[in-house]
């Protein structure tokens, strides 16, 4: 289905000056609104460019520097959780994009995106999924790679659909008609099955001249991506030349114009911006707010501004523009990732190491929170994995035996069984099937062979619970001390 859209424009005094000129649609501002309050969880960062929440309710991140970093329980964790080794730093390039799988719970799948070299010297980005553990990433798995990329105009969002495929943005690379080439990568929005092969229903994936990762064309540096509560429909937001930065709605196989329309122009057969920003906002990451905890933001979209320094607050009736809102203008410096926190609160980082446009201060980056005001200043706390279960699983008792099926059974089959993968269960134990071996599989994994360690993720108690429930139902069986 098509939808309808108007182009709006917002004029430069609408995030830098006082006042806004703006078509049609009313904007105001604050500092932060009444009912707000500010808390700052950490400094001294470089770029905090993706926040997102674990199920145990710690927050991961990325630093573009190449750190993927973890906040837990009020605290910065000293080490990092990983460090890409080759990753490509300078100016706005290295480590951008972090999603997570729709089913860490089970298998702990998390994705990054990052630049790097290759044997050319040429700047490229990569997707590559990595299993989390242990407060580790290991067993990288190339999702996509050789990218064209540049100091300016690599994307990098990355996002799993109600679909549970990964849409990926790409910036055009500083080759605006690349954008318009479907044998390219540049400039785009690809989307892809979660180990990187093709969907089925991509509008280019029986098409031999183009890409068949394509899922939209014709961008210019795409940097967030949300998908609206309830209908589904994505929105994008999108950086423009010279001002002309965009909010749009995602349609399969569209064009989106660039380089050949752009601000407020019109073409037939390419798709104009549902808003356009002149001068530039400069909008990255975006949000739909869908929770209570501030009943004012319900089902806004909220936009992250670097140029802009704020976050725009924009509501929607019927898939159109019908008030905008600036919050925080001016106040924290550019607004890299912003995110709904379990907790409903809303996080966000800047984004001040970026030359030529952000001049570094002391103490910056940083990450910080907006919370009701009068709600409770303190940190969120980590909780266990049988307190994120599946929606199938909500109001049951975290048994051994349920843990098991959400943990185990994808692996080592729902009856024990084996499956495939393992052939046989006990194969999947290279310690031996004595409970204290089971338990050091358990708890430690086998990442060599994708089993993931489940330590600090789930409580010891619940390690030994699985253990011994594998063993009741064994023990009438013979046992096959086959290894790895």
Known sequence: MKIKRGIIAIGILGIIASAFVYSNQPVGQSLPPDGFKIDTLAENLIVPWQLTFLPDNSMLFTERAGRVRIYRNGKLVVRPVFVVSDVFADRKTGLLGLCLHP?????????????????NRKMRLRVVRYQFGNDTLTN????????????????????????????????????????????????KILRVNDDGSIPADNPFAKNDTARKEIWTYGHRNPQGLAFQPGTNILYESEHGPTGGDEINIIEKGANYGWPVIHHQDTRQDMVSPLSEYTPSIGPSEILFYNNKAFPQLQGSLLVACL?????????????????????????????????????????????LNDPPEGNGREHYDMILRMRPEGSSNAPLSSTKLAASTDVANQGKKMTPAL????????????????????????????????????????????????????????RKADIDGIAAYIINKTQKAPVRKKRY
């Not at 089913?103 to 702990?108: E, G, I, L, P, Q």
């Not at 994705?111 to 790097?116: C, H, T």
């Not at 009736?317 to 106040?331: F, G, T």
Request: one cysteine or more; charged letters at 20%.
């Open 140 to 187: 990288p798995f190339t999702i996509l790679e050789n990218i064209p990329a540049n100091q300016n105009h690599t994307g990098c969002r990355l996002v799993f659909g109600p679909d549970k495929k990964l849409y990926i943005t790409t910036g055009d690379a500083d080759q605006p008609m690349q954008a318009q080439d479907l044998k390219a990568y540049n400039g």
């Open 403 to 458: 843990m098991f099926q959400q943990l185990c059974a994808s692996c080592h089959g729902d009856k024990l069984q084996g499956t495939e993968r393992t052939k046989g269960f006990i194969n999947g134990f290279q310690y031996g099937a004595d409970r204290a071996s089971i338990i050091r599989n358990i708890t430690n994994g086998i990442t060599e062979k994708g089993m993931p360690a489940w330590n600090g993720a789930i």
């Open 307 to 351: 140029r802009g320094e704020s976050i725009l607050k924009i509501q929607l009736v019927d898939n159109k523009v019908a008030s905008q809102e600036v919050l925080l203008k001016k106040q924290y410096g550019r607004i890299r990732s912003l995110v709904t926190g379990p907790d409903g609160y809303i996080y966000f980082s800047t984004s």
């Open 103 to 119: 089913d860490f719970a089970r298998n702990k799948f998390v994705y990054l995106a990052n630049n790097y070299t290759d044997s």
